[in-house]
Every structure is written in structure tokens, then in C-alpha cells.
């Protein structure tokens, strides 16, 4: 999202887009976090369940109705992350939404509309920030995914190490970023190029492709597809294989594939930033974005 | 065709690799291009057939009777690309060849053969132009395969966004340079990895492999295979889903993803030029075309 | 193997990795080389079976029990793809196993145990020289992998031109440093990435995967399954194929396409081999090669 454009997008244009996602257009609020007798930390949008026995966590979105990747979601995800990263008790983290249906939507169109520069700035930095900690995480982290994960959802998925998808059709993930007239920043690319080959990510970014889970698993965008219920278990199995390995040549191994994808935001991380303001500055962009959020506020409504 | 050698390169090898050509073998020439209604631009070697109201354009070789990239083949299509692609009215173009059981032949040796050095790099310099422009071209590109595609007409098949190629066995596809005693220059070995990857397109140039259709649809260098008499339709409707997407968002992305292949061209040019010249004016080389030429001549006759 | 760890690492995982290997568990010895009439030639370690006729030699481990790159091995081996490099005589060679059940077990430890600085720069630069000389060898390569081929076996195998393994659900292959709490350098992951793509590669080298001969057909890091008894005929028939190709074409097209790779070592030999002796004179993982290396003794007996 950080070129952009929006010269021929209509706002029926974005509807669509936004329209893969269910919850967002029937207006649906996630459901209370139950707590089960489980010790939960975190906090309002972040819902944390440590197994410090098995030294892993599990982190869930909730952030009604779609855990879209607000300032604060943000913030509370990166303060998660770092708190589990300085707890040596924790190898593993899986990550997943609690509101099932949807696994994140992506950026909060909010936050980038009506705001001032120095807003824009502030929450292209903590985007930027999730996915460098998430990249590069020591832990091992697994996605379940068990919702929708378009363009930022399906970044948080793809900078894990693993991926489990639940086997519902609605389910779709992909960076879609083009169906809203925007692009994918130069380091979405790098992810799913990493993930997928250049061939396929070439395809997918042009045409802003959501993947149903069979396509997902064959484009190489997931690594497994099970049915619904089964999608937490299968990732605490798949956790303890990667557990199993010492972490410490894991971690080394993983910094030798991931580092030069990362160093790359880094060394241009500023210019990264002016370029996402300057571009979410525009009339054009303000103009498609208000309408968008307008239409979505009708339909919720 | 950068590097080369032909150092034990047999007539009969090349011989081999041409004759995988349908017509080149049989001396056919390609039928008189049948208008039926249709309002065409374009000049000798190259037609087009505008439909404004769509925003496309087909644009077909008729170079008989193989299409072989001669210098004013190339010329005519880079002018023929370049006029579509400053009217606005056009935002997609099917490349075809008007005479199906070949699509392209790839580059002419006569252009190759008994020339002085100027005409070899403004030859080169040529191919090196219809690449450029067809390979981070704003329009969406899509090749409609209705005939065996070797060498330079592989290549233009890579440089369109989506490759459609009719079943027929006798359709092969491929970079087969190695089969007569040359090298693919570097970037026609980049846009191959692009497309099928480093491995793929490492056992493919070592081995000249020209792919039949079911080979090539599994290996990647082409993303669909359809009945014969299906390719121009599949390629109007596949068409329809990449002018779905937002322009603007659509060719940001792509040349996100091309740029950096093209700018290595783009670096090293004159250098690319040089090296042509020097290799197809050793004796070795003129001796190898000139006695191939022969031979394909007496097949002819 | 240069960068390092074993924090973690127990010798019972060790162990596990090793136990991988049929014949390591069960102290097996090589059987003395047969002759037949064939003319061999060679040393002791590496046999070398001539076809001066068909331009090809075959190439035999004979270290038992299970081929560990001694620096022995690793001499005799560069000596004689020097050999052979400098005959015209010979475009091709395949490399096997004399002791089929395992192709080579990777590196030996033992040269990395109790020994001093010089002797493990020594023999770093030994695995480097091996390496350089197989994956740019002018010569075409093909791994006749009958056994199991983990760690430096499966980057021998890798650094061919092709790959046959015998259809053996013992014959595991892979890149499983890790397992034994050590990183693969990042040569050998470049060369794996390469062959499987970086995704694929991410994952098989963070879980030091190593693949059964159906999955590793089907990740790429081999190209041909065939029954046990026909692994020698396949590599002989592909050899034919490759060897049609002309040798001068081919040979710079492999050069285009691995130099780069190679380049990336050159321009650091020296670091990496201080990278490897600082790693392996570390007082943990002295501790840890003795221990395991006692172990296997333990077994053996």
C-alpha cells in the first residue's frame, strides 16, 4: 500500500474487495472472548493464552468486527510479541483470530483516512514494526488461520513459519491490494515472492487474487488445509515438530533465509514511510477512501 | 544468444532443432491474411485488429512462413506496440500468429549471416527493444499460442502477462539455443526464471528443452492449455478478468515485480550489443549459419 | 556447518540423525571393491570406472562404512574431477555409492574433533574445493544416489547436473543440519534453494527435513525416482541425453546460471572457513562431537 493510485477505482470497486469478507458486510460484532478457565493475559484487542508447560502461547485478534490492524491492534500485537520473545519460557506462539469467520482484514482503512501526516506516519511505522518482529521472530510461529485473510491478515499469515488453513470457501487469502486500486508495498512482494515464487506472486499481486483454500494450498500460499474444528489441534501438532528441532540452529537457519528480505525495509524504512503519507495524502486517495468507508457504514447500518 | 560457441555444432544439429518447426521443414508459406469485415491497421508484417469498444487490440505475425524475427518483423512491432500502448483507448493486446502451427520461429539467422558488424547491432538492438517494451508494457499482454513457439518466440510468450497454448503435440515451447550450438543471452535466462524458476529453467537451457503442452502447462511456462480451436476465445476471456483490475494499481504492480530484471538489461546494453556482434562474426558461427541456411534452403526446394 | 550452536543439542539427538544412516548403527563395512574386468582407476577411496568410448566415467565412494568426507575422501575426490576435467576425453561423469545403502553421510566429524585450528581451516577449504569443483564443473553431473544421502551427501548430490534416486523408503535425502543443532552454511542453502525454491528450502532447513524418495520427488530435490536395480541404467540414459547437447553451449549456460552462487563463497572463502574454525573449536561443541562420536562407537561395538 505504499505506490497507489486510485485514478480509475470506483468505489463499487472497493466494495467489492472489502464484500470477501464476511462479517464486514453483514455487519456481524465478534462474539465475547469466553475465557474457559484458561489464564489469559494481553490485553483489550489481543487475548493471550500461555502453556508456559509447553512453552508455547496462543495469540488471538479481537478486534470486532473483522480485526482490522488498527493503531491500537497494532501496538498491542508488537507488545505481545515482545513480551513472549523476552520470556525464554515461550518457543512458540500461535497466532489466529477470536473471532472465527474472519482472520484479519488487513489495514484499517480508518487510520488512513481524515487523519493528519503525522498520523499516517505513526501507523505506517507500526506496520512496518509487526512485520519486522513477526519476520524475524526467534519463536516459532504458526498461523491458524480460521477466517478470511486478505492483503495485511494474509501478511501476518505469510511472515509465519507455518500455515494451517481451515477448509471453508469463504475463507480466501491473498494479497488483494489492486482490487481496491492500491499496491502491495515493495516488502508485501518480498513476502509472498519468498512464499509463493516470483511467477505466481506476479499473478496473484496483478490480479489482487483472494485464494480459496484448495488454490491456497496448491499455489503454495498455505501449507495445509483441514477442516474447520481441526485447524487449532493441527497446529499445536505441526508446533511440536518445529519444537522438536534445537532453537537455536533453527533460529540461526531461519535469520540466514529471512534477514536479506528484511534489510531491505530497513535500509529504506523512512523513505518506506514518506511514501505511504504522501500517497494516502492525496485528494484522489482521501476522496475513494471516504466513499468506501461511507458505503460500509450504510451497509452495516 | 549472447555467448556462443558452435564449437561442435553439427549442421545436422541445428537442422534437429529446426525441424521441430512445422512449415519450416515443408517450405509452406502462410496463408493471405483473410480479412472478413474486420477494419485492421498495422503494415506488412504485422496485423492488428482493433476493438475500441472492448480496449483491446489482437495483434498478429505474418511473416511467412515461419515468423521469424527478421528486422522489420521486430521493427513493425515495436511500432505497432508502441501506438496502442500512447492510445489510451487500448489497455490489452492478444499476440497471435496469423499463421497457427507457428507462432514465432524466433530470431531470423538471416539477419545473422553474411551481414556487416552495423547491421548485426541494429539487429540486436532490435530484439532487444521488442523485449523491453513487451516485457514491462502498461497494457496487459496475453499470448495466444496457436503454434510451436522456440527461441525468441518463447520469449515473447514469457513477456506477455498469461500464456494461453493450444493442445496440439507439435506446439512445443521452449528456449532451445543450446540445441544449436548457442546460449540464451542473460535475460532471456531471467525472464525463464521468472517464470518457471531457477531450477526448471536451469535443466531447460542446459538442455534446450522445447515443452509440449502438457509438459509446459506442468512446468509453468505456460498457464493454460485449451483445444485448438479455443485459444483466441480463452484468451478474450482471461483478457476480461486482468481489465477487471484497477490500471493503474495493476501496472504499478507489475512493474514492481519486472523492473529490476529489465534495469539489468537496461545497465548493461551496449555491452549486450558487443557481445552479439563479436559472436555471430566469428568464422566458426558464419560457417555453422551459412551451411545451415543451405540446407534448410535444399528442404525448401 | 559454519555458523553454529548445540546449546540445546543432546547427543541423543545427535544420535537420531545419525541413525538415519543404515550401516553407520550397524558398523557395516564396505565390500571390498569388486573388479570384473573393468579398468579401474583411482586410489583408495574414490574408484573411478572409465567408458573413455562413450566419453563417460563413473565415479565410486569407497570410504565405509558410510562414506563420511574425510579429508581423504575429499582429496581423492578433487583429485580425480581434476583428472578427468583435464581429458577431453570425458564429458560427463556419474557419481554413486560403492556401498550401496548409503551414498555419503556428509562430513566427518571426526575431523572436527580434537584436532587443531589449522587442521579444521584445513579441511573446511577441502569441503569448499569440493564443492566449486562439482557445481561448475564443465562436465555433466549426474548423482546415481543409491543410499541415503543427508547433509554434505545430499550437497554433492545437489551440485549434479541431475539426480536418480533408488526408490528406498531408507534412502532419505536432505539438507538436516539442524537436527544435529549445527546450521547449514550458507552455500549449501543456496544451493538448495536453487534446486526447491526458497520457500521449500526455508522449511526443510529450519526441520532438518529429510525426504523419503516419493517426497523428495516431489519437492524437487531430486529429479527421477526408479526402482533400486535401475538407478545406474537411468543415469546412464539421462547421461545420453545430456550429452547430445553440444558441450560448449552447454557448458556456458550452466556457467550463467550457477556463477552467481558461486561468486557469493569466492568472495568470502576466507571468512567462512574462520567462521567454521571459530565455530567447532568452541568448547560445546567439542563436548558434543565427543560425546556422539563415543556413542557410535558404543554401537558399533
Known amino acids: 500500500m505504499a505506490l497507489a493510485t486510485g485514478m480509475r477505482v470506483s468505489a463499487r470497486a472497493l466494495l467489492r474487495a472489502w464484500a470477501w469478507l464476511p462479517g464486514a458486510a453483514l455487519g ?3 462474539p465475547a472472548a469466553g475465557c474457559g478457565g484458561v489464564r489469559r493475559f494481553g490485553n483489550q484487542r489481543v487475548l493471550v493464552e500461555p502453556d508456559p508447560a509447553a512453552g508455547i502461547a ?46 484479519s482484514a488487513g489495514l484499517d482503512l480508518r487510520e488512513m483516512c481524515g ?22 521472530s526467534n519463536m516459532v510461529l504458526i498461523a491458524a488461520i480460521n477466517g478470511a485473510s486478505p492483503a495485511g491478515g494474509c501478511l501476518i499469515s505469510l511472515s509465519c513459519d507455518y500455515r494451517v488453513l481451515a477448509d471453508n470457501p469463504r475463507y480466501a487469502i491473498g494479497l488483494n491490494e489492486t482490487l481496491l486500486g492500491i499496491v ?13 515464487g516470483h511467477r ?30 481441526q485447524v487449532q489441534s493441527t497446529a499445536l501438532s505441526v508446533m511440536g515438530k518445529w519444537l522438536a528441532i534445537p532453537d537455536h540452529a533453527r533460529q540461526l537457519t531461519k535469520n540466514m533465509m529471512r534477514k536479506p528480505t528484511v534489510d531491505r525495509l530497513v535500509k529504506q524504512r523512512d523513505a518506506d514511510i514518506k511514501n505511504f503519507v504522501s500517497f494516502v495524502s492525496r485528494d484522489a486517495i482521501q ?3 471516504q466513499i468506501y468507508l461511507e458505503k460500509l457504514k450504510q451497509r452495516k447500518g
Chains 1, 2, 3 share one sequence.
Open 28 to 30: 456481524r460484532t465478534g
Open 58 to 103: 496462543v495469540m488471538k485478534f479481537k478486534n470486532p468486527p473483522v480485526n482490522s490492524l488498527s493503531l491500537e491492534l497494532l501496538t498491542e500485537l508488537v507488545i505481545s510479541l515482545e513480551k513472549l520473545e523476552n520470556d525464554k519460557t515461550f518457543r512458540g506462539v500461535i497466532l489466529t483470530s477470536d473471532s472465527p469467520g474472519v482472520f
Open 115 to 136: 487523519r493528519n501526516p503525522a498520523h499516517y506516519a505513526e501507523y505506517w511505522k507500526a506496520v512496518q514494526e509487526l512485520w519486522l518482529r513477526l519476520y524475524l
Open 184 to 196: 502491495a508495498p515493495f516488502w508485501f512482494k518480498d513476502t509472498l515472492v519468498n512464499t509463493i
Open 200 to 229: 505466481a506472486a506476479e499473478r496473484a499481486l496483478q490480479l489482487g487474487l483472494l485464494f480459496p483454500p484448495a488454490e491456497a494450498l496448491q499455489v503454495g500460499i498455505v501449507d495445509k488445509v483441514v477442516p474447520e474444528d
Open 287 to 289: 476522496k475513494s477512501l
